[in-house]
């Protein structure tokens, strides 16, 4: 008896709270349950509603712990696992650039590079321009540009407008050489009291100043692939000045000045190159190179080291018996230059057999190709 | 042994007169030379040339633009450089330069002949070619 007793209250229980539970909710209370579970559920955005698990039926609004999973940068992490759990495609990391604000973010430290660039914030990024510029390594914009004394590598500029519209205090191209100047802090030492600024962000080495540089020296960069690949001289470089006193340069003033007397202008420009092929070449090699046995008392040092070389002139002035003359030379210096022979080096069938197969070979590094400009102007009295 | 030394005589006087083969004549020169570029030059029979569409930065290191195209004319002559070589020497009011010879053959000195100038240093062998139409 006392058995079927227990069972009727149970069912009784029972009945009484599911019908209580029915009834007694309003049907604003039924909405808000409602909310509260739906409010659970992560696909809500894509229409569909699973069976969500719920401890209160919605009563209360319960929440989820989902801090196992972080983002950083691109990547959703798994804080538990130690696990990379998915990549996110919205490029939130520097949301200050995307303009997005429901995307945020903020800096973990302040700038580790801060003391390269003391006029700026260490909180700032890109100069606070991110529309002109970027910075894909992350470390500092990429060129050679100078602010406050010190260069960077910027990629986003290619010009000195460019450098100045940015706010720059000077540019320069890569390849350049920089006088006295110092690599964090320190001084170069032997003469090299310039900085060569190369082709990236890493290709920084002390180097000899265009003014003093030898043609020895010069030879030398080339030969090991180190230093400046290109240098350009002007009046008053040692250089420069070796050059000016080559027979060849000597023979084309006196035709610029036979070409005044014949009535040549102001504008009037000429090609003079200085060659070394053919048969006449073989007395120049001999006379060039004959600096190597003589210690320079013969021929010219300049000479011995460009070979041939390009050269144009032009007249920029003639006034009281004196002609201004801009002279321009240009010279490579590649393993095919330094290797071929006289006369057969020259030709066509050397050129492009023998001579192409060596510069490739040599197409970087020691050997590889180095080009130096001459750029210098003379005063030259009309007889 | 004597034939030996026979065909190295023959080889060495072959070799020399390949040197010094290969003069053209002013008759040879006049016509119309045009370069790969579509440059243009005719040499007239007066000695007096016309030229077209000349690359400036080939004449003149110093000019900033680089794709700057001129036409001019003046006098030409066959003379020799400097060193004794043999050039045609293009003279006008604001450029003069020697167009220097090649021809064919492995040096380069039979005819028919091209006319150029160096590009630059002549070491990197880049010609400024005009070829006889």
């Known amino acids: 008896m006392k058995k079927y007793i227990l069972l009727f209250t149970l069912f009784l229980s029972f009945g009484l709270s599911f019908a209580q539970t029915k009834d007694s909710l309003s049907v604003e209370e039924q909405e808000k349950r409602k909310r509260n579970i739906e409010a659970g559920n992560p696909f809500k955005k894509f229409g569909y ?131 006295n100047a110092m690599i964090n802090g320190k001084t170069g030492s032997g003469g090299k009291t310039s900085v060569y600024l190369g082709q990236n962000s890493n290709d920084v080495s002390f180097t000899y100043p265009n003014s003093t540089v030898t043609p020895f020296q010069v030879g030398t960069e080339w030969l090991s692939g180190n230093g400046p690949r290109n240098r350009e001289f002007t009046n008053g470089d040692f250089f420069t000045e070796l050059l000016k006193t080559h027979d060849h340069i000597e023979g084309v003033r006196g035709n610029i000045l036979a070409e005044i007397a014949n009535g ?74 330094a290797s071929r022979p006289p006369i057969l080096g020259y030709t066509p069938l050397w050129q492009n057999t023998m001579g192409s197969a060596i510069n490739n070979y040599f197409s970087s590094g020691w050997g590889s190709r180095t080009t130096q400009t001459f750029n210098w102007t003379e005063t030259l009295k009309i007889n | 042994m004597k034939l030996a030394k026979g065909l190295w005589i023959i080889g060495i006087m072959l070799m020399m007169k390949s ?44 000019t900033e633009n680089q794709d700057l195209r001129v036409d001019f004319m003046g006098k030409w002559e066959i003379t020799t450089d400097m060193y004794n070589k043999k ?43 005009f070829v006889k139409q």
């Open chain 1, 49 to 179: 509603t699973p069976k969500i698990a719920t401890l209160s039926k919605g009563k209360y609004l319960e929440w989820h712990d989902l801090d196992s999973i972080v983002r950083i940068g691109s990547y959703s992490f798994h804080v538990k696992k130690k696990d990379i759990t998915g990549y996110n495609t919205d490029e939130d990391k520097n949301s200050e650039s995307t303009l997005r604000p429901e995307l945020t973010s903020r800096w973990l430290s302040p700038d580790p590079l801060a003391e390269e660039f003391p006029s700026w914030s260490p909180y700032n990024f890109v100069y606070n321009n991110p529309i002109r510029y970027t910075d894909p390594t992350g470390l500092a914009p990429e060129d050679w540009v100078k602010k406050d004394g010190k260069w960077t590598w910027d990629e986003n500029i290619t010009s000195a407008e460019q450098a100045k519209a940015a706010g720059y205090d000077d540019y320069r191209a890569p390849g350049s050489i920089i006088d």
């Open chain 1, 264 to 337: 040549a202008e102001v504008g009037k420009t000429g090609s003079a190159p200085y060659g070394l092929g053919g048969v006449q070449g073989v007395g120049k090699y001999v006379k060039d190179y004959s600096t190597l046995a003589t210690a320079g008392q013969t021929g010219n040092l300049a000479v011995t080291y460009l070979g041939s070389y390009g050269l144009t002139w032009n007249i920029t002035g003639i006034s009281n018996g004196t002609a201004t003359v801009q002279f321009t030379a240009t010279n490579s210096s590649t393993m095919q230059s």
């Open chain 2, 19 to 62: 040197c010094v083969n290969g003069q053209p004549q002013e008759q040879d020169l006049i016509g119309t030379w045009k370069s790969d570029d579509g440059a243009k030059i005719e040499i007239k029979e007066n000695f007096t040339f016309v030229a077209e569409q000349i690359a400036v930065s080939n004449l003149d290191f110093t």
């Open chain 2, 87 to 129: 050039v045609v020497k293009i003279n006008s009011n604001k450029y003069t330069f020697n167009f220097y010879i090649s021809g064919q053959g492995m040096l380069g000195n039979n005819p028919p002949w091209d006319l150029y100038i160096w590009i630059g240093d002549p070491d990197d062998l880049n010609m400024y070619r």
